[in-house]
Structures are given as structure tokens and as C-alpha cells.
């Protein structure tokens, strides 16, 4: 017997939503939820049917659907995400840090949108999500561990030159023969660069191994680019 919120379509000329979850909001619980059909056609990657502020907050056992946009985006809060199931939402379904990976647990496979500037934590980018994509330079600082397992994908998409992936400390991306990692841009782009990643030096360590780099860079390139 779940509860519905619905948006009855997407539409063409207004929003549907979002829900917010506010900073100042205390322990907001949603279980068992069927989230639907809110948004907007014109959507992007940042239009969210529910945007979460406040680390208190539960979303369990609850379907995110037919979004127009995203589903989840978690605005600086570090919420439970668990055993939810997305489906059909035409952006990604959910957006947050990379440094907040672990509060999403149990979930189906997702398409993650990642906005940190700077990693504060080790990180790891798990096999069985969809795919990750950079809304925002990404940069391993150094002291830092970026792991990118086995058959994990990583897209670079063009938006004013912020998908770069910069390692100043450590990056392993190590797949194998049989279940490579991507680095993808979905395409060249004729107005901003896409990518790259930047091994710096003050990098130590860092493995690429079975990694398949694909439509990254420039279409009005040089061969610097």
C-alpha cells in the first residue's frame, strides 16, 4: 500500500515538484513512495524531483520514475538512499558528491551525476551502476585514492570544460581482459572540450589498465588537445 506522488505527465511549460527537503528539516522520512512524472520536458541534469538538504533524512523502498530530469539530488546532505528502485527517468537518478557515495546501498543500478570539486575521502567508483557522470572538475587531491573498479564507466560530458578528471594523488583504474573500465564523452563536441583526465605530477602510483578511452577532447582540436 504505497503512497503516490505524481506529477500526472511531464509538461512542455512548467515544473512538476520538486520535493524539498530542507536544511532545517529533522529526521523526514520517505518508505515505500512511488515517485512519478514530475519535472519538465526542458529538463537538465539539475532538474530533480526531490532535492535533499538535510543529512537526517530517509528515502527506503521507493520507486523513482519517469522523471523529467533526475531523480535524487542530494544538495550538500549525506541522507540514507537505500533499496529504491529507479526507472525511466530521462537525466540521471541521482546527483550528489563524490565523497557520498556510500550513503547509496541496496539500490538497483543507477545513472549517477558526481559534483564534488575536491575528494576529501578515499573513493570508489563500484561496478553495477549504470554509469558515472562528471557534473563538475573532479580532482584527487594528493594523499588521495580515486579506485574505479572492473566494468564501472565513467562519462565526461561537455559543459563549459568541467568534466576533468585531475589526479594529483592516486588513481586506480584497474579492469581486466574480459570487463574493461570506460572513460567516455558520448561524442565530440563542436563547442567545449570533453575531459581530459590529467595524471599530475605530484601523482603517485596511478594505474590505468584495461581502460577504454573513447570521444574524449575537441572538435575544433590542435594536436595539443
Do not use: H, W
Not at 108 to 120: D, F, H, R
Not at 179 to 196: A, Q
Amino acid at each position: 500500500n504505497t503512497i503516490k506522488f505524481t506529477g500526472g505527465g511531464i509538461d512542455y511549460s512548467n515544473e512538476r515538484g520538486p520535493v524539498v527537503i530542507d536544511t532545517t528539516s529533522i529526521n523526514s522520512v520517505l518508505n515505500y513512495v512511488t515517485v512519478s512524472q514530475l519535472g519538465y520536458y526542458y529538463s537538465s541534469d539539475y532538474t530533480a524531483a526531490i532535492i535533499i538538504r538535510s543529512s537526517s533524512c530517509t528515502v527506503s523502498n521507493c520507486t523513482i520514475q519517469n522523471i523529467g530530469g533526475t531523480g535524487i539530488q542530494l544538495d550538500k546532505a549525506s541522507p540514507s538512499i537505500s533499496s529504491n528502485t529507479f526507472t525511466g527517468n530521462t537525466n540521471l537518478d541521482v546527483i550528489l558528491d563524490v565523497d557520498r557515495l556510500p550513503r547509496l546501498t541496496g539500490n538497483n543500478a543507477m545513472k549517477i551525476g558526481l559534483t564534488a570539486g575536491t575528494m576529501t575521502t578515499n573513493d570508489t567508483l563500484v561496478a553495477g551502476n549504470t554509469y558515472y557522470r562528471l557534473l563538475d572538475n573532479l580532482t584527487v587531491p594528493s594523499g588521495k585514492t580515486l579506485m574505479i573498479q572492473a566494468g564501472a564507466e565513467l562519462q565526461f560530458p561537455s559543459s563549459n570544460s568541467i568534466s576533468r578528471l585531475i589526479v594529483k594523488g592516486t588513481l586506480i583504474a584497474a579492469g581486466t581482459a574480459g570487463n574493461t573500465i570506460k572513460f567516455t564523452g558520448g561524442g565530440i563536441d563542436y563547442s567545449n572540450e570533453r575531459g581530459p583526465v590529467v595524471i599530475d605530477t605530484t601523482s603517485i602510483n596511478s594505474v590505468l589498465n584495461y581502460v577504454t578511452v573513447s570521444q574524449l577532447g575537441y572538435y575544433y582540436s590542435s594536436d595539443y588537445t
